[in-house]
């Protein structure tokens, strides 16, 4: 129970644009904190965004400008909006979960590459 799915996942061309969706099933995660990390092949995972449960958001620099961490609480759904994708962006997208001991946990990834 509250296990995080990521959706969205895919292949794009440089310069285009997806979302990923996070969503928990039967888990209410409106209370927590939110983020996304990538781990690109053969590098460490990276955190890129993380909005709280206020709705504060912060995004690394390498992303900042091109991607939007938001969630809907309605939908207890959070969203990583990616614009101007680069071959760079390429790497498995995870979703993450935290703000206390209910909260955390970890989505099993979304493949997200990106080609020139």
């Known amino acids: 129970q509250g296990q995080l799915v990521e959706l969205g996942g895919g292949a794009v061309q440089a310069g285009g644009s997806l979302r990923l969706p996070c969503t928990a099933p039967g888990f209410t995660s409106n209370s927590c904190v939110m983020s996304w990390y990538r781990q690109a092949a053969g590098k460490q995972r990276e955190w890129v965004s993380s909005i709280t449960p206020s709705g504060t958001a912060t995004h690394a620099d390498s992303v900042k400008g091109r991607f939007t961490i938001s969630r809907d609480l309605a939908k207890d759904t959070v969203y990583l909006d990616m614009t101007s994708l680069k071959p760079e962006d390429t790497a498995e997208y995870y979703c993450?979960?935290?703000?206390?001991?209910?909260?955390?946990?970890w989505g099993q990834g979304t493949l997200v590459t990106v080609s020139s």
């Open positions: 993450k979960r935290d703000g206390g001991s209910r909260c955390y946990a």
